[in-house]
């Protein structure tokens, strides 16, 4: 079955939906999305969207507070649009009814770790659910716009996939779409267009301990690799220091505001040990937090540390953060008296498809935004609260790009989807064991402290997985875990080939073997072809 649209939008977080609506004005948009439209990293998302709107603050301060933390591999063109477009996309979010926490006639300004000054506009601790909500509102009674739910893609359409076609005469690689696994119906569509948006989102379930849903496999990433996209930065893991202790899959986040608002790190003892590791204490970059938790965490032989909001304000604490306050209190918890145990949980990708500040990747024709791209805005380690300024500030600039884009024909020899020779399998646990066996592996040998031994062992055992997934995924019909299995096994690989790459250790990536940094060889990023 074909489906033909101007614009084809993968994902329907907040990059999917701000460039679904700005392209909606010039032509027919199809969102497909694997699960209900809300479901994204978006929906969760608690402290806030970082940028410039304080009587005191300046754009030069974000740059600043963006390069360092970034271990200045940020591209300083990149971060200097982002910060100064920043402004103007908030208020195009106000205008379309996201309603951001007022502090008098004000928005209130949180603060968070690596930011020198209070810039995290925020809707209490619920940020994500608000804006996804207000995007929805227009999204879904906009007359050019169709969303596809639970329909997972399986990859992009490029000349490879041409009837006839023998790609080694092409010497640049072109997108027209994408095939996606319809999940209730149980059939491959084939979804055509000139221009194709990947908003896939991040990868957090290559780890075994996340904060992200189970949305977060990296599929974007993978896709856009097996097309033959440039990618990069794949080492750069960000580790979010709080979540809670034994909450569960995905682990339920305690914002950095948290920590903004003056909550303190404490071991098991009672003492507090941040001003150890750093002298911003609580308030130092994310990555240098978790690091700093983990070594109390194997210093000590503890299975958590603690925050402390006891000494604050109970009232304000219950305003600021509601949502933190009543899970926490589901799990005993009362976030004003008791300490909240935590512990790090994989985050954010910093790395991910190259692109321009228009967010076009190296294939013609597809574009990236949000999580699932590397415009080089985070560098090393992404600065809380800089992702969704990212994701509304590049969908703005990809929607002016593509605009005159729809009248890019599209081959006419494009296949459905053969499935021929495949089966129904019934080997299942296959599927879920290889999955789990990654998600364990790269924690415990690709997590927060890395060195060559480690890199090395994980990367034969991938090698091992990959190499059952092929075969399994040439013998049987398509299924969502078995398309997520297969782009979790190509991600968790991209990220060991570039961690190995890197001989140096600088933001989110420290090893033991190159414990220090490295800017004559290593100030640039790694790429993977
Ligand atoms: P997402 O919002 O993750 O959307 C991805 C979409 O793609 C989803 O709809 C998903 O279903 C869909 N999808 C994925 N693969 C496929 C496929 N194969 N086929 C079809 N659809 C697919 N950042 C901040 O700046 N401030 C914060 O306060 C903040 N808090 C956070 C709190 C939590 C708990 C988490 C997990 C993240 C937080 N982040 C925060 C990071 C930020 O939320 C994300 O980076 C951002 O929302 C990513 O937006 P996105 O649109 O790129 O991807
Ligand atoms: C948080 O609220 O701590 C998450 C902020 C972010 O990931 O930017």
Known sequence: MKIQTDFLVI????????????????????????????????????????????????????????????GF????????MVVKEGPDRIKELIAIG????????????????????????????????????????????????????????????TEHHLIGSDKRSHDSIHCWGAYALDINGNHVKTFLASTTMLATGGAGHVYL?????????????????RAGAKIANMEFIQFHPTTLYNSGSPSFLISEAVRGFGAILLDKKGEQFMKK???????????????????????????????????LDPVKTKEHFPNIYQRCLKHGIDITKDRIPVVPGAHYSCGGVVTDTHGATTISGLYAVGEVAMTGLHGANRLASNSLLEAVVYSHNAANAVK???????????????ESGTINSEEWVLVSHNRKEIQQLMWDYVGIVRSNHRLVRAQRRIAL?????????????????????????????????????????????????????????????????
């Open 98 to 157: 996201v309603q951001f926490t007022q502090n008098g006639k004000e928005l209130d300004l949180g603060r968070e770790g690596g930011h020198s000054h209070h810039r995290i506009i925020h809707a209490a601790d619920l940020t994500g659910k608000e804006i996804e909500r207000a995007l929805l509102a227009r999204i879904t009674s906009h007359p050019n716009i169709k969303i596809y739910e639970n329909h997972i893609t399986i990859d992009l359409i």
């Open 404 to 418: 005159h884009r729809k009248s890019n024909a599209v081959p006419s020899n494009i296949p459905d989807w053969d």
């Open 209 to 225: 301990h996340t904060t992200n849903p189970m949305i977060a496999t990296g599929d974007g990433v993978a896709m856009a690799y």
């Open 11 to 70: 994902g329907s977080g907040i990059a999917g939906l701000s460039y679904a609506l700005k392209v909606a004005e010039f032509g027919t948009v199809a969102i497909v999305t694997k699960k209900e439209t809300a479901e994204s990293n978006t929906n969760y998302a608690q402290g806030g969207i970082a940028t410039v709107f304080g009587s005191g603050d300046k754009f030069e301060f974000h740059i600043d507070d963006t390069m360092k933390a970034g």
């Open 465 to 529: 997985i990959q190499d059952e997934v092929r075969d399994f995924y040439t013998r049987t019909k398509v299924s969502e875990g078995l398309i997520e299995l297969r782009n979790v096994s190509c991600v968790a690989d991209l990220i060991i080939r570039s961690a190995l790459e890197r001989k140096e250790s600088r933001g989110l990536h420290f090893t033991t073997d190159y414990p220090d940094i490295d800017d004559n060889n290593w100030l640039k990023d790694t790429i993977i072809n």
């Open 277 to 311: 590791y750093d002298e911003r204490g609580e308030l130092a970059p994310r990555d240098i937090v978790a690091r700093s938790i983990d070594t109390e965490l194997k210093r000590s032989g503890d299975e958590c540390v603690y925050l402390d909001l006891s000494h």
């Open 73 to 80: 591999l940020c591209h300083r063109n990149v971060v200097e």
